[in-house]
């Protein structure tokens, strides 16, 4: 089963609003990554948070981590169009242990 | 870097034949995945290789799907005899020294079997 599971499994907002994707896992990490997919592309790594840290910034990417309910949060700010993609987060249970991707949530931002 | 390379970009082919997907890793990974991703099933893990050896192919499907990385520069995913249900993007992907690390991928092939 998914590891990690992405929510809403669908966004839409509008251009300059702000945008905000969950991301639910099962069991005890090493660490939380969130990709982003253009369509008909392959996927871009955006940020890595380490189970020891609670929130890291990215330009307009904001993620926290939560250990205790087991879930993360991907915050962009001040969306524009080009935002417009999946986005996925990947865990793993230990630095030697494959990435496990969730089922992705597809952000739709009106210009 | 060019990053991951991966070819061809597109397949089409006809079920029973056989398919070679390829991958060029970023220069100096030592880890190499192969993912196929389908609207029903997303995104599946089918079997990575540190420093050429392969460590876990509990992904793949079936017998019909085989990889290999002769070299470190080079892996290939091969299906023989192909079959409709196989058509999906496959992706390739490399990370620096743990399965953990950020992977980067490549574009991706995608695989139409009539």
């Known amino acids: 089963s998914q590891q990690g599971e992405e929510d809403p499994q669908a966004l839409s907002i509008q251009e300059g609003e702000n945008a905000t994707m969950n991301c639910s896992y099962k069991?005890?990490?090493?660490?939380l990554q969130w990709y982003r997919q253009n369509s008909g592309r392959g996927l871009v790594h955006l940020i890595l948070i380490r189970s020891n840290e609670r929130e890291k910034h990215s330009g307009r990417l904001r993620v926290t981590l939560d250990t205790s309910k087991k879930s993360s949060s991907l915050l962009i700010t001040a969306s524009r169009a080009a935002d417009t993609a999946s986005y996925f987060c990947a865990t793993s249970k230990s630095s030697g242990d494959k990435l496990t991707f969730g089922t992705g949530t597809r952000l739709a931002v009106r210009p | 870097d060019a990053g991951v390379i991966q070819s061809p970009r597109h397949e089409v082919t006809e079920m029973g034949q056989e398919v070679t997907l390829r991958c060029k890793p970023i220069?100096?990974?030592?880890?190499l995945f192969w993912y196929r991703q389908t609207m029903m099933r997303g995104l599946e893990l089918l079997i990575y290789?540190?420093?050429?050896?392969?460590?876990?192919d509990s992904g793949m499907p079936e017998d019909r799907f085989s990889a290999k990385m002769p070299n470190a520069s080079f892996s290939t995913l091969k299906i023989q005899p192909s079959e409709p249900r196989d058509s999906a993007v496959y992706f390739c992907?490399?990370?620096?020294?743990?399965?953990?690390?950020?992977?980067?991928f490549g574009p991706g092939t995608r695989l139409t079997v009539l």
């Open positions: 220069s100096g990974h030592d880890y």
């Open positions: 290789f540190n420093n050429n050896v392969p460590i876990d």
């Open positions: 069991t005890s990490i090493n660490n």
């Open positions: 992907a490399s990370s620096l020294t743990v399965p953990a690390d950020t992977q980067y």
